[in-house]
């Protein structure tokens, strides 16, 4: 294995965990704290005047509606971001096998329920929509690792000539 395949492999085991400890920490977050930190996102993309709860914007979305909405992508982007990353681990260790897609989104469905079950413990309740909508996420990133592989091999072959 290369030294520069070693050092990307380094920063994707590094990235990989700080990603676990942003996503299993953020489930260990109240559900008060955890509401609080998605309204400041929803007050970033929303006017000021639509703020007040109960709300219907032109659009016809709530502020509580948009919150909510706020929160499950939220779940969907980390879950992108997890199975990217360990898509790209076993990419790396040079393994291009289909199985490996079916190890890493049987891998995400683990993180999710281990992530659902973490919120049964920080008093927020688990859903089960939660782990579906995090399961589209790793779907998410699976597909972008797998559009990635794609365009490095072409690429690759591209440079040889």
Not at 55 to 81: F, P, Q
């Amino acid at each position: 294995m290369s030294n520069k395949r070693k050092r990307l492999l380094t920063v994707l085991y590094i990235t990989f965990t700080i990603s676990m400890i942003l996503v299993w920490g953020q489930s260990c977050i109240n559900k008060e704290d955890s509401s609080a930190t998605s309204d400041i996102v929803v007050e970033m993309i929303t006017p000021i005047d639509e703020l007040e709860p109960g709300y219907r914007s032109d659009t016809g979305w709530t502020y509580v509606e948009l919150s909510s909405l706020v929160r499950k992508l939220a779940h969907v982007a980390e879950y992108i971001a997890v199975s990217f990353q360990l898509m790209c681990i076993f990419l790396l260790k040079g393994k291009k096998k289909f199985v490996n897609y079916i190890n890493c989104l049987f891998l995400g469905m683990l993180i999710a329920l281990i992530d659902e079950t973490i919120q049964l413990f920080s008093n927020r309740g688990s859903e089960i929509r939660d782990i579906w909508i995090d399961l589209l996420g790793v779907l998410g990133g699976l597909l972008i690792a797998f559009l990635a592989g794609v365009i490095v091999r072409r690429r690759s072959k591209v440079e040889k000539w």
